[in-house]
């Protein structure tokens, strides 16, 4: 299969896990047989983010935390970025489909879940935090995906998912 660059979309914990080299791998759900060949070994990967276009032509990022306070004009969802405004950009270095419930600690791990998972409320994550013990990370993925994910590809479904491993690349 031809290498290809493509856009995938993060939202902005991934990008700052992704920067702070914290992401290598994320999980994408397999709608259809077409979908375990949308990412292929050699990919390049632009991510899309939400971001800003500031009147002298910059493009501006939400995952900044330091933009994310001082911008006061209207962000654009990631999914309308176009690919010129990218800054990170992924190699595809690894491929492979599993049931989103055979993810390991190390995957976890490197999906990016390291620190306590901002949205939850603080009085059950505590909770969570002591009950899970070094599963933690393990507890922030059924959180998040259930979250992105909604009803139809929830965790307790267990629907089948592309891994998909990275590096970040510089890109010309």
Request: glycine letters at 6%; charged letters at 30%.
């Amino acid at each position: 299969m031809d290498k290809k660059e493509k856009p995938i979309l993060f939202n902005e914990p991934m990008v700052r896990a992704i920067c702070a080299g914290n992401k290598t791998m994320t999980r994408r759900v397999v709608k259809t047989p077409a979908d375990t060949k949308r990412f292929c070994v050699g990919d390049m990967l632009w991510v899309r983010e939400t971001f800003a276009k500031t009147s002298h032509g910059e493009y501006i990022y939400r995952a900044d935390p330091v933009m994310e306070s001082k911008w006061m004009g209207k962000w654009t969802p990631s999914i309308h970025m176009p690919r010129e405004a990218a800054r990170i950009f992924l190699e595809v270095t690894g491929v492979r489909v599993e049931l989103l419930r055979e993810i390991t600690l190390g995957d976890s791990i490197r999906e990016g879940f390291i620190e306590p998972y901002r949205w939850a409320e603080q009085e059950s994550l505590d909770t969570k935090i002591i009950e899970m013990g070094n599963k933690w990370p393990l507890w922030q993925v059924f959180t998040q995906w259930n979250d992105i994910y909604g009803k139809g590809y929830r965790w307790k479904n267990n629907p089948h998912v592309m891994v998909v491993e990275f590096r970040k690349a510089e890109h010309e």
